[in-house]
């Protein structure tokens, strides 16, 4: 990444992958990383897992597991002006599992949020696309599940330096 600016570190922090939600399987996530200005600016993103406890549990139940990398890593990759950069990955086989997606990069953060003047980023997770006349995989999704759904304005700003990509 370039050393000419700051850097700052974002995440959704944990989040579960429900199996299915009204009847449809979440099965892809979709990462939006919108540049606004008039310059081009780089973002990196890491997204790890915890996976699923394996079955059968009794009630209560506590479970330490260790997070382990996702093979998707982003970047650093440069975001052309006035672009959005998207990541669409297949999520079926974490259903169960708890994700982090974190990003490195020219965000502008206040005190304690993410701040509108450069890089954006949302993720959203659901049921994929089809084609309705091929039943291809398609861009996008087919119904987003509420619980994955990650609004620039929820990401939480990473303070610490060991906190990267």
């Keep these: 990444m370039s050393s000419r600016s700051k850097k700052n570190t974002i995440t959704t922090g944990p989040f579960l992958i429900p199996e299915v939600i009204d009847g449809f399987e979440n099965n892809r996530l979709v990462i939006t990383i919108k540049n606004p200005t008039n310059r081009p600016l780089e973002a990196e993103i890491v997204i790890e897992t915890c996976p699923r406890p394996p079955a059968p549990i009794t009630l ?21 002006p006035m672009n959005c950069t998207r990541i669409e990955l297949d999520i079926f ?3 169960g599992a708890s994700l982090r997606v974190t990003s490195r990069g020219d965000y502008l953060v206040g005190e304690d949020r993410p701040l509108c003047g450069k890089l954006e980023i949302e993720v959203i997770g659901g049921q994929g696309s089809v084609s309705r006349t091929t039943l291809d995989l398609a861009p996008g ?3 987003a599940d509420p619980s994955l759904i990650f ?15």
């Design 60 to 80: 209560p139940f506590i479970s330490n597991i260790p997070e382990i990398p996702v093979p998707i890593h982003f970047g650093p990759s440069i975001v052309p």
């Design 151 to 165: 609004h620039y304005g929820d990401f939480i700003v990473c303070k610490r330096k060991e906190e990267s990509c």
């Design 141 to 143: 999704l087919f119904n």
């Design 93 to 95: 086989d974490f259903e």
